[in-house]
């Protein structure tokens, strides 16, 4: 028996702790939170004071059992859940269901897993911080509240099974908002011009830094460059520096990894969960840019040694959040000198990312020299510009350079001149007006989203990925790669005096991994827009989140907060209850379809977004014709005749073995249908233009695919099937799938092996649950 008892959240990070503790110490997980607020609207008693009622959760009943079993056998217990809200939410929850004793119980922090890390905390307990509880409790209570009120007012008025969210709502108003800017803007062309001069063989790029509003303007201004000299007027050069980027907090860290890795926001909070839990970087949900005196002389000794005194530059970041806790660090490594850590690719990946950025925040600046080049026309009054940069000391460079979000590279590197002197003459190659186009606003990505979300002070590190996978998950948003599509430009070359104009060919408006809103989040979006300005404003979204700051502070009540933003909310519910359905505007009419005289109407339908021709009524006993929309249009820009254009669909593609193939669109997209079976079109074949033979390779190269899929099947027993996935070879028991042992051949499993490997198959773990 161990004197002392360690509960933390997780078994990796019991695992990793347990290794730095002696045999006094048992440290065990209690699989994340163990209780919550039950389903249902009993679980906060809004009459006396919005008291919660919480209980144990039923996958970790188990789990109370053997933690209270170990808690009566230790002399002390050890409350070690994470250094924040959360953390100190799951260690009174702890306390509360074990009914654990004030004079037994102790509660230690750290912001990272290492020994000399637990072992000060060990010698620093503390009791728990009622104030952080009841910060964690009021956003959990809130939002249940907001969930639970707005929910069935969105099934009764729009849709049944949509749901809204404090948070999310808000989230999904940025996306659709700015969809409908990209969608409301004008696209205006211009002409910007360039010239490439040659000296001695090297090239000498250079611009005129004004753009050209129209072809005529351009044409003119190359036409009067006929016969000119060309001579550099001005040679300016300029020391310049550039200073490293903070270390990583939360939502830099999350923004970074999408742009040089390609990760997504819960896919780098779960690799860097399991780098904190295994002890190789500090804690991941952070806003401060802060480090310790112990991390900035672990990362200075670790630059002097590897790239010399001159690279080292002590600096202390200070965070412009005003909500951040200084006394909290960045995201960086435990120890500095491991330049690699994690188990698998990507964690390796993420590691050496969080390594280089922290490591360039200590290393001094980068020196530049920017040499800009004017050059005199001899017929006009414009002026060419050249611009290069050359580095004179690396400095942070050496190891790091901050990425930016697409939109914000506006532009090109610069690299280095050719020797050049004021007076030189320069022999012009040729010079050229490209045709531009100005861009919309840029859709977001997940990162993007994160930050804007933190610019506008919406959401603390802990609710950044779990809110963008919740509009994900119900289908606000979808996370997708878009083809472009292509666009003329004009380009006029001026070479030996002549002036020749060509047209070219590009690709605009392809999109990768860009979030688009559906139409039901339009709908549901201008709803609470409408009738629930409170909850999806974005700066009382921001000044609730300075609420729970204030609570963590100790300097507000909690249950006084909430009921002041319950009032007037609950009466907003209430007074929902006088909207019709039908001024919800998820309907329009688009016009009249010429053939029938009908009106053709755009709705959200219970499968998804349609447009039908006619109208329900009981007097008529002809029924209206539905067509699904495409992705991508929507129901409040759709015209009348891209709406005409779906009800060519299903159309006849052509017939094969005697039957007829039909191309539709259904509600997991586009299809072909034959012989009562469905093959799925994807986005590289248009169901509108398909024709017949490509109908049949793609009929039969499904044919082929199923035929492969199964290996085995048992006449006595159709629900088990031996059958090939993604991964290989797998047992399926009704909706059980079954993973078949290395030493097993998958063609000779008889049905008594597969029920025998199905039954003794382990049960799934889902998240935080007992293993």
């Known amino acids: 028996m161990s004197k002392n008892l360690v509960i933390v959240e997780s ?19 209690s699989y994340g939170h163990v209780r919550d607020l039950p389903k249902g609207d009993k679980a906060i008693d809004i009459e006396n004071g919005f008291k919660p009622t919480y209980e144990v959760t039923a996958d970790k009943k188990e789990v109370i059992k053997n933690l209270k079993k170990l808690a009566k056998e230790a002399e002390m217990i050890y409350l070690a859940s994470d250094d924040d809200r959360e953390g100190e939410a799951i260690s009174w929850h702890l306390k509360e269901a074990l009914k654990l004793k004030e004079d037994h119980t102790k509660r230690i922090v750290f912001r990272e897993i290492t020994k000399s890390a637990i072992q000060k905390a060990l010698e620093n307990p503390r009791t728990i911080d009622e104030d952080l509880v009841n910060a964690q409790q009021a956003r959990r209570i809130l939002d249940r509240l907001v969930g639970y009120e707005l929910s069935p007012v969105l099934w009764k008025k729009i849709k049944r099974g949509l749901s809204a969210g404090r948070v999310q709502s808000v989230a999904v108003r940025l996306v659709v908002e700015r969809e409908r800017e990209i969608d409301q803007f004008e696209v205006n062309s211009f002409f910007k011009v360039s010239a490439i001069f040659d000296i001695d063989g090297k090239e000498l790029k250079a611009e005129i830094p004004k753009r050209f509003d129209s072809e005529e303007e351009a044409r003119a201004f190359l036409e009067s460059c006929k016969g000119a000299s060309y001579t550099i007027e001005s040679l300016d050069k300029k020391p310049a520096k550039r200073s490293p980027a903070a270390p990583f907090t939360t939502s830099t860290l999350q923004q970074e990894a999408s742009r040089k890795l390609g990760f997504s926001v819960s896919q780098t909070m779960t690799l860097a969960q399991r780098l904190y839990e295994a002890g190789k970087i500090s804690y991941m949900r952070t806003d401060s840019v802060n480090l310790s005196e112990e991390a900035v002389s672990g990362a200075l000794s670790e630059i002097k040694s590897a790239f010399g005194e001159a690279y080292a530059k002590r600096r202390q970041f200070k965070t412009k959040s005003q909500s951040a806790q200084e006394a909290h660090e960045a995201i960086r490594p435990t120890d500095f000198s491991a330049h690699s850590a994690g188990k698998d690719y990507n964690e390796k990946r993420l590691y050496e990312l969080i390594w280089k950025r922290t490591i360039a925040s200590q290393m001094a600046e980068a020196q530049l020299e920017r040499t800009t080049v004017t050059i005199g026309i001899s017929t006009n009054s414009e002026k060419l510009v050249a611009q290069g940069e050359v580095v004179v000391f690396e400095g942070f460079l050496k190891v790091y350079i901050e990425s930016t979000d697409e939109d914000d590279q506006t532009e090109e590197a610069k690299g280095m001149l050719p020797p050049l002197t004021v007076g030189q003459s320069l022999q012009l190659e040729f010079m050229k007006a490209r045709q531009g186009f100005t861009r919309p606003p840029a859709r977001y990505t997940e990162a993007s989203l994160v930050k804007k979300l933190e610019e506008m002070g919406i959401g603390r590190p802990s609710t950044y ?35 020749n104009t060509n047209t070219l060919t590009e690709i605009t408006g392809a999109e990768k991994a860009k979030l688009f809103p559906t139409n039901i989040a339009m709908v549901v979006n201008d709803f609470l827009v409408d009738h629930f300005p409170n909850v999806i404003d974005y700066s009382f979204t921001a000044n609730v989140e300075e609420e729970f700051d204030q609570i963590a502070s100790g300097s507000q009540n909690w249950d006084q907060m909430i009921k002041n933003f319950y009032g007037r909310f609950h009466q907003t519910v209430e007074q929902t209850e006088q909207i019709k359905r039908s001024d919800v505007g998820s309907s ?62 299903p159309r006849q593609v052509g017939e094969f073995e005697g039957k007829a193939i039909t191309a539709a669109i259904g509600r997991f997209g586009p299809y072909l249908r034959h012989d009562n079976k469905f093959v799925s079109l994807g986005k590289e074949h248009d169901p509108l233009s398909i024709d017949e033979t490509t109908a049949i390779e793609l009929i039969e190269a499904k044919r082929k695919a199923d035929a492969e899929k199964f290996i085995k099947t048992f006449d006595e027993n159709p629900d088990v099937q031996v059958l090939n996935g993604r991964w290989g070879p797998y047992i399926k028991v009704g909706k059980q799938n079954v993973k078949i042992p290395k030493d097993k051949v998958a063609e000779e499993l008889t049905l008594e092996e597969c029920l025998e490997l199905a039954a003794n198959a382990p049960a799934k773990k889902g998240r935080g649950r007992k293993k």
């Open 11 to 29: 078994p990796a990070k019991a695992k990793t702790i347990e290794g730095y503790l002696g045999k006094d110490f048992k440290v065990v997980s």
């Open 465 to 499: 990925a779990p809110t963008i996978s919740t509009i994900q998950k119900r289908e606000y948003v979808l996370k997708e790669n878009r083809d472009g599509v292509e666009r003329n430009y004009k380009e006029l070359v001026f070479k030996n005096d002549q002036l």
């Open 588 to 649: 329009r009419e688009l016009g009249i379809d010429p053939e029938s005289g009908k009106p053709v109407i755009a709705r959200l339908g219970k499968f998804g977004p349609l447009v039908q021709i006619g109208e329900t009524s009981e007097d008529s006993e002809e029924k209206p014709k539905f067509a699904s929309l495409k992705k991508g249009q929507f129901i409040e820009s759709i015209t009348l005749e891209d709406a005409l254009e779906l009800f060519k669909l």
